[in-house]
Nanobody, 124 residues
Framework: QVQLVESGGGLVQAGGSLRLSCTAS????????MGWFRQAPGKEREGVAY???????TYADSVKGRFTISRDNAKNTLYLQMNSRKLEDTAMYYC??????????????????WGQGTQVTVSS
């Protein structure tokens, strides 16, 4: 059974940094494409960052230059380093996984597996 568990969320001041983690189990992690998504209250879920099993990365325009997605296959863990936080980054953050090629990118409907989310709140 595939499980994705996010951690690292919390309260951070605007301009600060935070790193989220997503630990996976029940799958062959290095075969999976991984994504980070977020959903703010009253808004649709949006793709934030994506990394393929071959380490190709894609970012939403809203986070380019501020967020970095990475993976450690030896630890079955996905990361999202978030710098220069803005108030509009406040949201529930989710990680997602799918093994199929050509890869789901930032399209949430193409992912089969999801974590429960971790809340990130940016204060002024």
């Amino acid at each position: 059974q595939v499980q994705l568990v996010e951690s690292g969320g919390g309260l951070v001041q605007a301009g600060g940094s935070l790193r989220l983690s997503c630990t996976a189990s029940g799958l062959t992690f290095d075969e999976y494409h991984m994504g980070w998504f977020r959903q703010a209250p009253g808004k649709e879920r949006e793709g934030v960052a994506y990394i393929t099993s071959l380490y190709y990365r894609t970012y939403a325009d809203s986070v380019k230059g501020r967020f970095t997605i990475s993976r450690d296959n030896a630890k079955n863990t996905l990361y999202l380093q978030m710098n220069s936080r803005k108030l509009e980054d406040t949201a529930m953050y989710y990680c997602a996984a799918d093994p199929r090629w050509p890869g789901p990118g930032l399209r949430s409907e193409l992912y089969n597996y999801w974590g429960q989310g971790t809340q990130v709140t940016v204060s002024s």
